[in-house]
């Protein structure tokens, strides 16, 4: 757990210090609008559901293929019964299948107009959590041989230079994912400040109390630890990707939240009723 803090506070907390110390406070560049701010938080808890459900996929479907190995799909996890060496370095595959949705939605973000704020959102915080969900796995693996990343490396015999590598190469990748997300963020005007970081941050913050009836029952501590980590991890680079941003889109009015809610509870209803249960391979 001491290593998970340090580890937190330097991809977090640094970038976000630097970000907030990088940007202006004049009041130039103010913030999306707060009346888009119920629809931005239940997008932001959508689209990190939508991809913990892509991980547990990608996790699920490679290990459905290997003879002798035959996963369970839940709500919350996956498992599988039957023994197959080859099984600890799939853990892997979950994290390259969030990386892969996080690309293809941040290209889908930059390519979506802005006239259509409400998709053009949407992308963007499945663009956010797939990158970030996926790069905060690699940055604790390289650390942390329990997590689903550390397992494989652990199967492949990573050594401490290579895992060394990996969390600077990870680092990097945070900060490229930062930068790319920043100027798809929609502003009142077309510079970034201070008060830019705020409504990010209560959409993520709300966000992580929206995800516990989808990760529920478990631990308390796995319910909320995961959806934490990741938004300020992602939350401390998209600062400084917005301390960086020389251009953006602009806003305009986005649609009521009734859509976004509607699509949360028939999500919650899918993870409950379906998934709870469990779904074999």
Not at 110 to 121: N, S, T, V
Not at 247 to 260: D, K, N, V
Request: aromatic share 10%; net charge positive; charged share 10%.
């Amino acid at each position: 757990m001491t290593i998970l803090i340090a580890l937190v506070a330097a991809l977090a907390f640094v970038p976000l210090a630097a970000g907030l110390w990088l940007l202006p406070q004049a009041p130039g560049g103010k913030s999306m609008q707060w009346r888009g701010f119920g629809a931005s938080a239940l997008l932001c808890a959508l689209a990190f559901n939508l991809t913990f459900f892509v991980q547990e996929v990608g996790l699920v479907i490679p290990k459905a293929l290997v003879p002798g190995l035959h996963p369970v799909l839940y709500h919350n996890d996956h498992d599988w019964r039957g023994d197959a060496p080859i099984a600890e370095l799939l853990q892997a595959t979950g994290a390259v299948a969030t990386l892969a949705s996080g690309l293809v939605f941040l290209w889908l973000a930059r390519r979506i107009a802005p006239d259509r704020p409400g998709w053009r959102l949407f992308a963007f915080w499945m663009a956010f959590e797939g990158l970030f969900q996926s790069l905060s796995q690699w940055a604790v693996g390289s650390l942390i041989p329990g997590n689903d990343v550390g397992r494989a490396l652990a199967w492949l015999g990573a050594g401490v230079g290579i895992r060394i590598a990996l969390l600077a190469g990870t680092a990097i990748s945070l900060f490229a994912a930062g930068r790319a997300l920043a100027p798809l963020w929609p502003l009142r005007r077309g510079s970034a400040s201070r008060a830019t970081v705020l409504p990010v941050a209560a959409a993520l913050a709300v966000a992580v109390l929206l995800c516990i009836p989808f990760r529920a029952p478990r631990e308390p501590v796995e319910v909320v630890l995961i959806p934490i980590v990741v938004h300020l991890i992602g939350l401390g680079w998209l600062a400084l990707g917005f301390a960086m941003r020389r251009a953006g889109t602009e806003s305009h009015a986005l649609a009521p939240p009734g859509p976004p809610l509607a699509a949360l509870a028939l999500l919650l209803a899918f993870f409950q009723i379906v998934l709870r249960p469990g779904i074999a391979f």
